[in-house]
């Protein structure tokens, strides 16, 4: 599969706007900054805006809050009840970007995002240029089962059942634009647009190889292509 050139141009004007809004945060690599590696390690807090977590700059410090919350380290989700500041003032849920708890960033959910009665996060299980990040949430899905009669074996009803099983999400996170998508084959190919030939190949892998090579093109766009905070 090959990239027009509408298609090149509009994905690298994308990037050049982002590269230039990102060039006011951090110039390159200079002694204020530092590489944002796979397990970059961000300063904890709470994060109000996306610039504020671009910027490795919490809007707020832990020690300057009091909150509820509770993190499970093996689904990288954390439920957060309620944050207040030392005032009592609580701050909106709704109004914040994200957290970093242990130097792991989370990015808030839309409400209904899982089954979870309290506002979620998901930590972002890789960081770069794209970040990445996964949960669960809950599906109803529709099967139609039939009875048999127990002596002949000859089927004589049928009927339609609803359960509800976890369904796996991903998502992307650009780390010069704060533009999130679904982490599928379509749109890693568009973002990954500038370096040709490797959006060639993970445009050309089939259904069956996704699962085992999709992520391994993300981390290879990632190694390529290194980003840069401030410390």
Request: include cysteine; glycine fraction near 6%.
């Amino acid at each position: 599969m090959r990239f027009g050139k509408k298609s090149n141009m509009k994905n690298r004007l994308h990037i050049l706007l982002a590269l230039y809004s990102w060039a006011a945060v951090v110039q390159g690599q200079s002694e204020d900054s530092v590489l944002v590696t796979k397990n970059f390690r961000f300063h904890d807090g709470v994060y109000a805006t996306f610039a504020d977590f671009q910027r490795n700059r919490p809007t707020w410090l832990w020690d300057s809050l009091y909150a509820v919350c509770v993190t499970n380290p093996q689904t990288f989700l954390t439920q957060v009840e309620y944050i207040k500041q030392l005032d009592g003032e609580e701050i909106p849920l709704d109004s914040i970007w994200g957290l970093a708890i242990g130097g792991i960033p989370y990015v808030r959910l839309p409400r209904g995002a899982t089954p979870k009665p309290l506002t979620a996060f998901a930590g972002l299980r890789l960081r770069g240029i794209i970040c990445y990040y996964a949960y669960e949430d809950m599906e109803e899905r529709t099967y139609e089962i039939q009875a048999y009669n127990p002596v002949t074996g000859a089927p004589f009803r049928k009927g339609k059942v609803k359960n509800k099983e976890p369904v796996r999400k991903e998502f992307m996170l650009h780390f010069l634009s704060g533009k999130i998508e679904e982490f599928t084959q379509a749109n890693l190919v568009a973002w990954i647009a500038d370096d040709v030939r490797l959006a060639e190949a993970i445009a050309s892998l089939s259904e069956s190889e996704l699962e085992e090579k999709l992520f391994k093109g993300l981390l290879i766009y990632v190694d390529r292509y290194p980003v840069f905070t401030l410390k």
